[in-house]
């Protein structure tokens, strides 16, 4: 790990060259301004809290954790200590800093097994070292302490509570992003993984509790077992986990194509009658799909581990590696937390801002499940619940802006993180048009990245190596841009010419053009046909000839596009298309309007009146592009009329 934080500090210095280089020639452009965020954000972008950030967090590299704790079902109540092992990356290491809640108490540091004086504060803990420790030894510092977790709601740390359906009582963890430090000490930076972690717990012997990896030994110590559990593999601070519950052990296992051994899927699950027999089919649609992404990725990254399951009462799933927390077992709900295991955690996104990596990839997993599993019919059910949930916001971007990186609710938006995220991974494998290439640059990306982490720029790099194709302007327009287009088609035929005119307006003006593939299906008697074009300009005309009468025209078929269509109009003279003058966006509108006249740069009369005539404003312009304030107009119907040398153009302006 420590190579991997020297490759990102070279790796800043190199962006910090090339956003120079760029800002001297004046460019600006979304992938300049993510490397300004990634320079000016450092310190934010993965610990914590910008609070909590000190650079003696840079100095030591984490290669592994050991927790040994006590707990039970029914509170959230901790003690016992855990051991962080570390290798310093500095000359010489004269502070260890790590990042453990105040609300806990800590007892005692021993570091290398010999007792260090402390200081607390903030959810820091610092030990100023008797001994410095020079780069590369390898060193233990255990912290013995206890306390309550504080419960801050689904992202607490540590929680507990009863099913409402099952009764049982259970106590669990999430850590994502920000609070592992609220139960055991850390250090939360998505790029240093430890090497391998140990999490023994110990319980009441009525209980099982379930962790990471390998369930290696039970000991009984009294009225009470010692479970430990081992995992050999990278892992980032936010995946490791514990649950307990009063559980049953349900294993079954998977074999996936060109692995000797099984795979397995070890699942903790409520020691309830009738628990196992309502489930039990749904459970067991981890076989099939560990062994369809074994196919479709790579083989399931830990299989010589595990994989599986702790049902704990919250509000869906976590993707704890080799072992998901979760609620119940709804088919979309497992494929979604089991990609995870490919995506978030074999590769883990390198930032929070780009968390698709994690929640978009792991959605489009549900797709994939859906398709190969189910049918292409739910399949498309699936993604067209997911493009209208994204186009639920025309001001939304996948890629998390750095001013946004601690709201919590805007990492994990479900319309941007998790559907949009996925509907982008859609259009990509619509832009490749090769299912070939699709996978295999998800294979390729998986195979650069794994046991590490990504950003979506390592994404699109992998994605363009394959496919020798620019996606510069795809991950300016869908990754970091904003919003989604709005099309309206209008077509005519003469003879045997199709002529289709195509009018792109964004729902936000900071994405003012999606330069996108279009599909097109013309419905002829007897028959149909599917057209594919390329639309790089806001307003664009394309021509076919077709073999007969066209009596219908459909656009995107077969739901590629996230976008919305306004209508799509058969006019007997394209020339004469009286909509080309000009495009308005957003519409149903709030605050501000956009118009934008295409090509003329000559004065225009604008007029904005009720269906009654009422003029509520009125004025000329010569500008290409104007945006004008409606906020002063009650919600309702209106009409814009624009007036160029003797011709007028109205639409229909809706005011919410």
């Known amino acids: 790990m420590g190579k991997i934080i020297e490759m990102n ?40 809290r910008a609070g909590n950030y000190t650079t003696a967090l840079d100095e030591y590299d984490v290669k592994f954790y050991f927790l040994d704790l006590e707990a039970d079902n029914t509170s959230t109540h901790i003690s016992g200590n855990t051991t962080i092992g570390a290798i310093p990356v500095v000359q010489s290491l004269q502070t260890f800093i790590f990042e453990l809640s105040s609300a806990l108490s800590v007892d005692s540091i021993l570091v290398d097994d010999v007792r260090h004086n402390f200081i607390t504060g903030d959810d820091i803990v610092t030990v100023n070292l008797e001994t410095s420790i020079p780069q590369g030894d390898y060193f233990s510092v255990q912290v013995f302490y206890h306390g309550t977790v504080p419960t801050q709601g689904f992202f607490a740390g540590m929680a507990t509570g009863t099913d409402q359906v099952w009764g049982n009582q259970v106590t669990w963890t999430l850590s994502e ?157 497992v494929a979604h937390e089991l990609g995870h295991m490919w995506f978030g955690d074999y590769v883990t996104c390198a930032t929070w801002m ?35 949930r994204a186009m639920l916001e025309p001001e939304g971007s996948v890629y998390v802006p750095f001013e946004e990186i601690e709201n919590v609710s805007r990492i994990f938006s479900g319309n941007l993180s998790y559907k949009k995220g996925a509907a982008i991974i859609h259009m990509i494998r619509f832009e490749l048009d090769n299912d070939s290439l699709f996978f295999k640059s998800l294979k390729e990306f998986i195979k650069q990245y794994g046991d590490s982490v990504a950003t979506g720029l390592d994404f699109r790099e992998v994605v363009e190596e394959v496919s020798a194709m620019d996606f510069t302007d795809f991950f300016d327009q869908w990754y970091f841009g904003r919003g989604f287009p709005t099309f309206q088609i ?17 729902s936000s003006f900071q994405t003012s053009l999606f330069k996108t593939s279009l599909e097109f299906r013309l419905s002829y008697v007897g028959g149909d046909t599917v057209i594919r074009v390329f639309q790089d300009q806001a307003i664009q005309d394309f021509s076919f000839v077709v073999p007969s009468t066209v009596q219908s025209l459909e656009f995107d078929p077969y739901n590629w596009i996230l976008a919305k269509v306004s209508s799509i109009n058969y006019i007997p003279d394209l020339d004469t298309d009286p909509s080309t003058l000009f495009r308005i966006w957003p519409n149903p509108v709030s605050q501000e309007l956009n118009i934008h006249f295409y090509g003329r740069q000559r004065e225009h009369m604008v007029v904005i009146s009720d269906l009654s005539g009422k003029i509520y404003s009125s004025f000329r312009t010569e500008s290409e592009h104007i945006t004008i304030p409606v906020g002063f107009l009650a919600p309702g119907f209106y009409t814009l009329t624009v007036e160029e040398e003797g011709k007028k153009t109205v639409q229909k302006l809706v005011k919410q």
Not at 357 to 385: C, K, M, P, R, V
Not at 490 to 506: E, F, G, M, Y
């Open 490 to 506: 209008n077509w005519s035929q003469n003879a045997d010419t199709l002529k289709v005119r195509s009018i792109q307006s964004p």
């Open 9 to 48: 500090r070279r790796a800043i210095l190199f962006l910090l060259f090339i956003l120079s280089f760029m800002m001297a020639r004046g460019q600006r452009n979304y992938r300049a301004d993510r490397m300004e965020e990634i320079l000016k954000g450092k310190e934010n972008l993965i610990y914590s």
């Open 354 to 388: 780009d968390i698709w990596i994690n929640e978009g990839f792991a959605s489009y997993t549900e797709y994939l499940a859906y398709q190969y599993l189910y049918s292409q019919e739910d399949a498309d059910n699936w993604i067209i619940n997911a493009q209208e």
């Open 177 to 333: 992003p920000y609070n592992a430090l609220g139960w055991f000490p850390c250090k939360q930076d998505l790029a240093d993984k430890a090497d391998s972690v140990y999490v023994f717990v110990t319980t009441d012997s009525s209980l099982l509790a379930g962790s990471n990896g390998i369930l290696t030994n039970v000991v009984p110590i009294g009225n009470k077992t010692r479970y430990e559990w081992k995992s050999h593999h990278p892992i980032a601070y936010y995946l490791i986990s514990i649950t307990i519950a009063d559980y049953r052990d349900y294993s079954i296992y998977a074999k996936p194509e060109g692995l000797n051994d099984s795979i397995l899927i070890q699942n903790y699950i409520y020691d309830t009658p009738g628990y196992l027999t309502e489930n039990k089919s749904l459970i067991d649609n981890t076989i099939d799909l560990i062994e369809l992404y074994s196919d479709l990725f790579l083989l399931y990254p830990f299989y010589d581990e595990k994989y599986g399951h702790c049902v704990a009462p919250m509000g869906g799933g976590m993707e704890h590696q080799t072992m998901t927390t979760l609620l119940d077992f709804r088919f979309y709900l």
